[in-house]
């Protein structure tokens, strides 16, 4: 037991030790002397360690708050470590550089995620900040430490980025952002402002772009002297940074022969594989590609998939493979293995080319490759409109029937019409049954009458939707709904937000696709069309994207309409949206047959409910 003298003694020592400086060290020297993987967030549990990814050190060292930049952009692929990046950085702010902090993500949902998942295992891990973060300051969305607390926020959530001061922001996945949050700007400019109070604030920006001419990583990296790492050929010993277009192979399915990728050097022709790349990952170096562009303020960082420890070549190009001439995954390759934007695909197809290899065959008849059927209803005044569309493997799609519910959509008659197609049903050719799987309503006009509607069914039947153009994939956020904007109650609605720019994108990229021969099925995503009214086809493709400037210069793209009845581009989208909630997006063809033989034990009845009549391709429709 210590002695009154030697009690006051270590007192005073812990007095003094608590007004001496923290330790100067730099975000990858705290990572490495403190930092912990917490067992079951990451496959390398354990101390962490730099030497793992090399290519993050010069990053992370520019975060540090004795260096002098204030913005750090990083511009990545996916699988290359940012994330365990971001938290380095969120670590040594906790235990050795306390300020206010805010880290913005897409969603606030995935901010939740992110905070459960990733942050408090990290905290729980490493005990220089378990020790530090307080327990009655400790929520989800909020982690307060001595000399300063972390707030994580949605970038869909005005109230989380306004308010307090902050000295250090991370805003992650910037491209994933709304680009305007109800007339107040973009989220992205809400949170900077928050960092004017501080000189020396610190911003860092770590995204996978999107599209070319839209996406804000991009946008924001153009401004800097665009670094990239340069590794040296295990063969001659020239430097060079790694591009897809010198990773070679041999063959194009590795689901029958073993992969044979690997990187070929443009100066000596040495073929490098896996097994130099972490020799080659330790003597890399960064360089700057606009050196005109160097600034003590700001700096850019770009590295793609192929640097990663955890994503070899081989797997690289099994993606590529994969993705086939399917543009969406094209798309999804370049962003997320190459980490560079995509290319819009703003030219629509021409109507004229998918009129004339429409098929004239009767209407809500489906062939046996038709596996299920979904609905997509748009809303007008007096009108309902909707695609009924059929599934088959590959995610190809048959058009089955095109309808008008003409009716004042006040009135309860024409959405009872729309009950009839809930409970309708489609018999193959096989004699098989199939019943409506699932709908989607746009709830973007006469919201109350249409969650009124959908509050009758269940979720997993009828869904009310609501298109969002900057949402980069088909389905977003799920809201339950307790109220219309009008105040009226909608208890038990769950509103699904939906990728309207997005769909229309791979629905042009999949009407471009052509078949072989009449008879096969054609690729996957493959769009089989009914000989409707030519205004049909005008109005599957009445929209073009288009890119300009905003009032702060930046880019953004605008669907403009061309055609004055887009309701079958509209309607369609929907019947793809509602497919995805099926799960074709998430599981493979043997979902699908699942889907189709738990239809097969359904005992075929004579038909009970007659398909309504009020359909595009009769002679003096609504249309007309």
């Known amino acids: 037991m210590l002695t009154g003298t030697s009690k006051n003694y270590e007192e005073a020592l812990g007095f003094r030790k608590g007004l001496l400086p923290e330790e100067r060290l730099l975000v990858s020297e705290w990572a490495d002397k403190y930092r912990f993987l917490a067992s079951g967030a990451s496959p390398e549990a354990g101390l962490?360690?730099?030497?793992?990814?090399?290519?993050?050190?010069?990053?992370?060292?520019?975060?540090?708050?004795?260096?002098s930049y204030r913005r750090v952009i990083f511009k990545k692929s996916a699988q290359v470590g940012a994330t365990e990046l971001?938290?380095?950085?969120?670590?040594?702010?906790?235990?050795n550089s306390p300020a206010t902090m805010l880290m913005v993500m897409p969603t606030e949902a995935q901010a939740k995620r992110n905070s459960k998942m990733r942050l408090d295992p990290m905290i729980r891990a490493t005990p220089r900040l378990s020790s530090k973060?307080?327990?009655?300051?400790?929520?989800?969305?909020?982690?307060?430490?001595?000399?300063?607390?972390?707030?994580?926020?949605?970038?869909?959530?005005p109230s989380g980025l306004r308010s307090m001061p902050i000295k250090k922001l991370m805003l992650d996945e910037v491209d994933g952002y709304p680009l305007d949050l109800g007339g107040e700007g973009s989220p992205m400019s809400l949170a900077r402002a928050r960092t004017r109070n501080y000189k020396n604030s610190k911003t860092f920006v770590p995204s996978t772009p999107t599209v070319e001419g839209?996406?804000?990583?991009?946008?924001?990296?153009?401004?800097?002297?665009?670094?990239?790492?340069?590794?040296?050929?295990?063969?001659?010993?020239?430097?060079?940074?790694?591009?897809?277009?010198?990773?070679?192979?041999?063959?194009?399915?590795?689901?029958?022969?073993?992969?044979?990728?690997?990187?070929?050097?443009?100066?000596?022709?040495?073929?490098?594989?896996?097994?130099?790349?972490?020799?080659?990952?330790?003597?890399?170096?960064?360089?700057?590609?606009?050196?005109?562009?160097?600034?003590?303020?700001?700096?850019?960082?770009?590295?793609?998939?192929?640097?990663?420890?955890?994503?070899?070549?081989?797997?690289?190009?099994?993606?590529?493979?994969?993705?086939?001439?399917?543009?969406?995954?094209?798309?999804?390759?370049?962003?997320?293995?190459?980490?560079?934007?995509?290319?819009?695909?703003?030219?629509?197809?021409?109507?004229?080319?998918?009129?004339?290899?429409?098929?004239?065959?009767?209407?809500?008849?489906?062939?046996?490759?038709?596996?299920?059927?979904?609905?997509?209803?748009?809303?007008?005044?007096?009108?309902?409109?909707?695609?009924?569309v059929g599934w088959g493997h590959g995610k190809r799609r048959w058009l089955l029937d095109y309808r008008v519910l003409v009716g004042n959509v006040h009135e309860d008659s024409v959405w009872q019409e729309l009950a009839l197609v809930v409970n309708e049903f489609w018999i193959r050719e096989d004699g098989i049954e199939l019943?409506?799987?699932?709908?989607?309503?746009?709830?973007?006009?006469?919201?109350?009458?249409?969650?009124?509607?959908?509050?009758?069914?269940?979720?997993k039947q009828v869904v009310p939707v609501k298109g969002q153009d900057n949402l980069g994939r088909i389905i977003g956020s799920v809201t339950a709904v307790d109220k219309t904007e009008a105040g009226k109650d909608a208890p038990g609605v769950r509103l699904v937000n939906v990728g309207s720019s997005f769909m229309k994108t791979e629905l042009y990229g999949y009407l471009k696709l052509h078949k072989l021969d009449e008879d096969e099925l054609g690729p996957p995503g493959y769009i089989h069309l009914i000989k409707f009214q030519d205004k049909y086809f005008k109005g599957l493709v009445a929209e073009e994207e288009r890119v300009k400037k905003d009032k702060k210069g930046h880019n953004k793209t605008e669907w403009h309409v061309t055609f004055e009845r887009n309701?079958?581009?509209?309607?369609?989208?929907?019947?793809?949206?509602?497919?995805?909630?099926?799960?074709?997006?998430?599981?493979?063809?043997?979902?699908?047959?699942?889907?189709?033989?738990?239809?097969?034990?359904?005992?075929?009845?004579?038909?009970?409910?007659?398909?309504?009549?009020?359909?595009?391709?009769?002679e003096g429709s609504f249309w007309e």
């Not at 971001?86 to 235990?95: R, V």
């Not at 009655?136 to 307060?144: A, C, E, N, R, S």
Request: net charge neutral.
């Open 48 to 67: 962490y360690k730099t030497s793992r990814t090399p290519y993050l050190k010069k990053i992370m060292d520019a975060l540090s708050d004795h260096i």
């Open 86 to 95: 971001g938290l380095n950085w969120i670590g040594y702010s906790i235990d």
């Open 133 to 157: 973060v307080m327990k009655d300051g400790d929520t989800i969305l909020q982690k307060d430490f001595p000399g300063g607390s972390l707030i994580c926020a949605g970038a869909n959530s």
């Open 214 to 388: 839209v996406s804000v990583v991009e946008d924001e990296y153009e401004k800097t002297d665009k670094q990239k790492f340069y590794v040296p050929c295990p063969h001659c010993g020239v430097y060079d940074h790694l591009t897809f277009e010198n990773v070679k192979w041999e063959g194009n399915d590795f689901t029958t022969s073993p992969p044979t990728a690997h990187y070929q050097c443009p100066y000596c022709d040495g073929k490098i594989y896996e097994r130099h790349k972490r020799d080659m990952l330790a003597k890399g170096e960064w360089k700057a590609t606009d050196p005109e562009k160097t600034s003590t303020d700001i700096i850019g960082f770009h590295i793609n998939s192929l640097y990663s420890p955890w994503y070899s070549f081989s797997d690289l190009v099994a993606d590529y493979i994969d993705a086939g001439t399917d543009q969406n995954k094209l798309n999804s390759f370049t962003n997320l293995s190459l980490g560079e934007p995509s290319k819009p695909q703003t030219d629509a197809p021409k109507w004229q080319s998918l009129y004339d290899r429409a098929k004239s065959v009767q209407e809500n008849k489906p062939n046996n490759n038709v596996k299920f059927v979904t609905v997509g209803v748009d809303v007008q005044g007096n009108r309902l409109e909707l695609s009924v």
């Open 435 to 459: 019943p409506m799987s699932r709908m989607c309503v746009d709830s973007g006009n006469y919201t109350a009458r249409v969650y009124k509607f959908c509050k009758a069914y269940s979720h």
């Open 567 to 618: 309701e079958p581009l509209d309607t369609m989208n929907y019947a793809r949206a509602a497919a995805s909630l099926m799960g074709i997006d998430r599981f493979d063809d043997r979902w699908m047959d699942n889907v189709e033989s738990s239809f097969k034990k359904r005992t075929v009845q004579p038909a009970t409910v007659k398909p309504t009549t009020h359909i595009t391709n009769k």
